[in-house]
């Protein structure tokens, strides 16, 4: 899973953000084949800080291919 969070955030809302952000993606994917894999298996999570400009091309990316090419060319910074 990866979670997305706007640089701008405070510091101590990061937590409680990741933590509804997790839940939320589970909510709504919990019978998707991908899903149930990912909670009987690996269940890891990253999170990347992005600027307001990267947060917009990502917040309603849907493809899981093009959402793991935002974050690796995110973690290449």
Do not use: T
Not at 17 to 40: G, P, Q, R, T, V
Not at 54 to 59: H, N, P, R, T
Request: aromatic share 10%; proline share 1%.
């Amino acid at each position: 899973m990866y979670i997305i969070l706007k640089d701008n955030i405070p510091d101590q809302l990061v937590l409680v953000i990741c933590a509804h952000a997790s839940l939320a993606c589970y909510k709504k994917f919990e019978n998707n084949e991908d899903m149930i894999k990912w909670m009987n298996g690996i269940f890891k999570k990253v999170v990347c800080m992005v600027d307001e400009i990267d947060f917009d091309k990502y917040k309603n990316e849907a493809d899981s291919d093009a959402v793991q090419a935002a974050v690796k060319r995110i973690l290449k910074r």
